[in-house]
């Protein structure tokens, strides 16, 4: 027998195909050898072998229609073989396409992990700056305070024209008239009504306090 029909690799179905090929191959007196040499092999070899037998004048006829069953069998056998192989290539294809996808995904709940991170940052840091202006206005405006402070704590020198005038200025009040009569500058004469009055006031809250010393 050249073909197994027990054999899941024959490429055939039904057992009565593979029984009258069978019959075919040894009622034209040819045998399993031609089956059994090629069955591993590919389909150009078959086809070379078979395409010498049918050319040779001095092979009977019937061992040439032997040997097309088989061949024809072969082809079958063949066919079988590159289909398993194009389904384990399609399989391994369809796996590699699933891993891609789930990659993808992975990829893409990641992308989107990040996103929502960046989100939060983003908001994060617009509440940090809103929360921040009202205490750098609150430092502007303490910072503007403590520098009036500052420049109203400065007291401005008196100019040496102005402390000479302030020395030389007569404690006598009649001295005082004399001079004031004299005719001084405006802004002199302003100045030295003031220091008359306080020198004046001085006076008074001394006489005072010498006849509060005498009672």
């Known amino acids: 027998m050249a073909i197994d029909f027990r054999d899941p690799r024959s490429g055939f179905r039904h057992s009565e195909v593979v029984l009258f090929i069978n019959e075919e191959v040894l009622s034209n007196g040819g045998s399993p050898d031609f089956y059994l040499t090629f069955q591993s092999r590919p389909w150009n070899e078959v086809e070379d072998s078979l395409h010498s037998v049918v050319a040779d004048p001095q092979v009977p006829r019937a061992i040439k229609r032997a040997c097309a069953w088989s061949a024809l069998a072969l082809g079958v056998r063949v066919a079988a073989r590159q289909w398993e192989q ?114 004046a006031s001085d006076l008074r809250r001394r006489d005072w306090d010498c006849l509060q010393c005498k009672v």
Request: hydrophobic share 35%.
């Open 86 to 199: 194009q389904g384990r290539q399609v399989q391994r294809l369809q796996d590699q396409v699933e891993e891609r996808e789930g990659a993808a995904w992975a990829l893409a709940s990641e992308l989107q992990w990040l996103r929502e991170e960046r989100d939060d940052v983003v908001s994060q840091l617009h509440s940090t700056r809103d929360d921040l202006k009202p205490a750098l206005g609150e430092r502007d405006a303490l910072h503007e305070r403590l520098i009036q402070f500052e420049l109203s704590q400065e007291v401005a020198p008196e100019s040496p024209a102005e402390q000479h005038r302030i020395e030389a200025w007569p404690v006598d009040a009649g001295e005082r008239r004399e001079a004031l009569a004299t005719g001084l500058p405006k802004d002199d004469k302003t100045f030295e009504s003031q220091q008359e009055e306080k020198l």
